[in-house]
């Protein structure tokens, strides 16, 4: 699981100097995934990440309340961005869009999503990663 940037607290190499660098925890279903998140996204005020929040005590809490409650998916939005979505195996397309299907079916709502300047973004992004791992350069060399 990718977590948003700062969400879970952590010490690496640099962690405090680069944005491409996140915590999150690998499991082998969506349950632990969720569990050993909400147990490593705990806030720690001391925590660099944590003061980004600013007068707020770190991130909300992450919590497991409803996970289990999917038979009715109603209010729940996604945001696909469907150029993207498809551009992919044909055999991986299909079974997310029948995984998409299934959500709707659930009463979720699809919403497509445009992203301007996604080249652009793209170029920048990959000058950001260039720029920060290259200042770790020397680090890593010692």
Known sequence: LATTFGRIPHESFGSTSSTMQKAGPIAASAADAALAYAVM????????????YGQFPGPPRAHLGKFYETDDLRGVRLGVFWDHFNDADPVIVAACKRAMETLQRLGAEVVPVKIPHLRL??????????????????????
């Open 41 to 52: 996204a705990q806030s720690d005020d001391s925590h660099y990440f944590s003061t980004l």
């Open 121 to 142: 973004l793209s170029l920048a992004h990959g000058f950001a990663i260039s720029v920060e791992f290259s200042s770790l350069e020397g680090k890593l060399l010692k």
